[in-house]
């Protein structure tokens, strides 16, 4: 009986050094952070207004969940700590998604400041990933890919041709999406709560500034392109084109909107067609 004992309590020791040891392996795999990834194209899915898009980052956050809880309790607390405000650039959110998969991770593995550490960071990459996000893709990638893509469409009547261009426009957008979609859930990972301080603000100026070569030289095409039209068309209409230009110059540097200044032009580029008309 005391032999059986002794057993039965060197078989609980060894037990209990196994749990610990399968605790101690959870880990999250690339191919984890990948379902993370695809997810992430939906967060802005179930978006409103108490939270924004806590929710789709909870869902994104799935396959970390089911890779690191076990218990049905454990998994619930794991969600509710992501279910408060949150806020980002849908790409960029991908940095707070991989931190989020760092943390957590820790978390399991018995980090009890992990959860802590996790709503601080979050809270801290809210203003940043925004400002970032809208600053890179809203007022330069879009607008100066779109503005390459018509001037190149002006060039060419041909389907082909046309279909080839809009690609093109497809790529140059869609390229840095995805690339930084998962290559922010990869470095946010990777990197866990430094990520605030090692933030690649200088890679996204360089794309800024390779983008913003794109829209000026795609402006300079269709200026060229709309005076070749004008003068084909009747001398007079070209005094539109001086018009527009000066206009576009004074808005950009007193205005720095780019939708305003949109508006502007095309509300002057209205007023000469009239002018014209009369002429």
Not at 218 to 238: D, Q, Y
Request: glycine share 6%; with cysteine; hydrophobic share 50%.
């Amino acid at each position: 009986p005391k032999e059986s004992r002794i057993s039965a309590v060197k078989q609980l020791k060894e037990n209990g050094v196994a749990d610990t040891v399968q605790k101690r392996e959870r880990k999250i795999t690339r191919m984890d952070l990948f379902r993370v990834f695809l997810r992430s194209f939906f967060i802005q899915s179930v978006w409103n207004y108490r939270s924004l898009i806590s929710i789709g980052f909870g869902v994104a956050l799935f396959p970390v969940v089911r890779r690191l809880y076990i218990e049905p309790s454990e998994r619930r607390e794991c969600l509710s700590r992501h279910l408060k405000f949150f806020n980002s650039h849908p790409y960029l959110a991908s940095y707070a998604l991989g931190v989020s998969a760092h943390l957590e991770e820790a978390s399991a593995n018995g980090d009890e400041t992990a959860c802590k550490k996790l709503e601080r960071v979050k809270t801290l990459l809210v203003g940043t990933l925004g400002a970032v996000g809208d600053s890179l893709f809203w007022y330069r990638i879009k607008p100066f890919t779109l503005i390459l893509g018509v001037s190149l469409l002006m060039l060419t009547s041909e389907p082909l041709t046309a279909a080839f261009i809009l690609v093109l426009v497809f790529l140059l957008y869609n390229v840095p999406h995805i690339f930084l979609r998962w290559k922010g859930l990869v470095d946010g990972y990777d990197k866990g709560p430094k990520i605030i301080s090692e933030f690649p603000i200088e890679r996204f100026r360089k794309v800024g500034a390779f983008y913003r070569f794109i829209g000026i030289s795609g402006f300079i095409l269709f200026l060229v392109l709309l005076m070749r039209t004008l003068l084909e068309e009747n001398m007079v209409h070209a005094t539109v084109l001086p018009v527009l230009t000066l206009g576009s110059i004074l808005a950009h540097v007193y205005i720095r909107n780019f939708y305003l200044t949109v508006s502007l032009i095309m509300l002057l580029a209205i007023a000469a067609g009239f002018v014209n008309l009369t002429l």
